[in-house]
């Protein structure tokens, strides 16, 4: 199958079979008869699995081209399993900007139990050689980056990685597969935030893996089962229909973020616009090569470079709603320094570029001129 196929078909029976319905039944069930101790028709409990949650695993799954999908209450209970493939002392090297939530989850929760993380600017992988050490377990990459719309190279990375037998995951999240697809690039993890763009209408909270190797898939499936932190049959049945339209809305997410850029990026009262499809924009030339298009996302400072500035702008936007996530269908703005990425100590978010006039906006696939209108009556 293609892609846009994929969305709608991949890892899908065509009908239930219970009774032909054409869309997976939400099976919202926490147990199941036997026949006899043992004796079940494949679920047992849906902590464990549920057909609702098995037909978003296996959708997952296809539209990364892996082999097996696993789906978590959130983004974060998705890093949090792949952090439990960790012992005590080992060490993990991130890319020194990534969405705050992480950052939070490595430092705050995960140093605590012993793990080590390194933070380095992966735009350049020299960098991630120097901190590789025999402690070292795992690459840990985000691209596009949250909120700099930093782009690493999936493909070097993965042959740091390879080189020295480290496990490589990457956030897919701002990507998703309808840009680029990691696994097919070299990475072992695929993660995604499915809250965003694959859920796609902000009204779900879910997290995803896809591996492609069954003995790393079996340990995460453990870890997943012994902790607990699934995501129920509605959100899981709700994701499902958000990936059926991934495709369309990636494509409109696309054209309207380029001219959003663009737009920007000549506004007077506008300094630095960060969005990967500019040609003087950081490894440009890998991201044209490793995404299909470049993305919805688009950052940018204004040029009174102020805290208060920046609220004015976003509190005054109209068809733009002032709200934390990103990847719905309506268009969302953002203050990375007050909301997204507040757990990032200041100094360290401003030495990353994340200063307290930048704005993330998430553009939806309203009507150009109206965003277009929106942004320029709120600059004013």
């Not at 949650?53 to 696993?70: F, P, W």
Request: with cysteine; proline share 4%.
């Amino acid at each position: 199958m293609k892609f846009n196929t994929k969305t709608i078909h991949g890892g899908q029976h065509n009908t239930d079979p219970a009774y032909g319905s054409v869309m997976p039944p939400i099976y919202q069930t926490s147990t199941y008869s036997q026949t006899t101790p043992g004796g079940h028709k494949g679920f047992e409990y849906s902590r464990s699995g549920n057909p609702t949650r098995k037909a978003l695993e296996d959708a997952l799954a296809s539209i990364e081209n892996g082999s097996y999908g696993l789906a978590f209450g959130s983004g974060l209970a998705a890093i949090d399993a792949v952090l439990k493939l960790f012992k005590p002392g080992d060490e993990i090297i991130s890319t020194n900007n990534l969405y705050g939530g992480s950052y939070r989850l490595f430092t705050k929760i995960f140093e605590g139990f012993g793990l080590k993380f390194h933070f380095v600017d992966m735009q350049n992988t020299a960098m991630i050689d120097a901190v590789i050490s025999d402690k070292t377990k795992l690459i840990w990459v985000e691209t596009p980056t949250n909120p700099m719309m930093n782009i690493i190279d999936i493909v070097a990375v993965s042959k740091v990685a390879k080189a020295h037998n480290l496990l490589l995951a990457v956030d897919n999240t701002f990507a998703t597969p309808y840009l680029q697809q990691p696994l097919d690039l070299g990475a072992d993890i695929v993660m995604h935030s499915v809250t965003k763009y694959l859920g796609g209408h902000s009204d779900l909270v879910l997290g995803g893996l896809i591996v492609k190797d069954k003995e790393l898939a079996d340990r995460l499936y453990f870890i997943q089962n012994a902790s607990g932190a699934v995501c129920g049959p509605q959100d899981s049945f709700l994701a499902l229909r958000g990936i059926k339209t991934l495709h369309v809305r990636m494509q409109r997410h696309c054209e309207n973020g380029k001219a959003v850029a663009h737009f920007l990026k000549e506004h007077p009262k506008v300094d630095q616009v960060y969005w990967p499809g500019f040609e003087d924009h950081p490894n440009h030339d890998i991201a044209k090569r490793q995404m299909n298009d470049f993305g919805g996302m688009v950052s940018f400072t204004t040029k009174n470079d102020s805290l208060e500035g920046a609220v004015s702008v976003v509190e005054n936007l109209k068809v733009f709603t002032l709200a934390e996530s990103l990847g719905g269908v309506e268009s969302l703005a953002g203050h990375p320094a007050t909301m997204t990425h507040a757990s990032i100590p200041k100094e360290q978010r401003e030495n990353l570029g994340i200063k307290d006039s930048l704005i993330r906006l998430s553009v939806g696939i309203e009507d150009i001129d109206d965003l277009l209108e929106d942004l320029k009556q709120a600059l004013s």
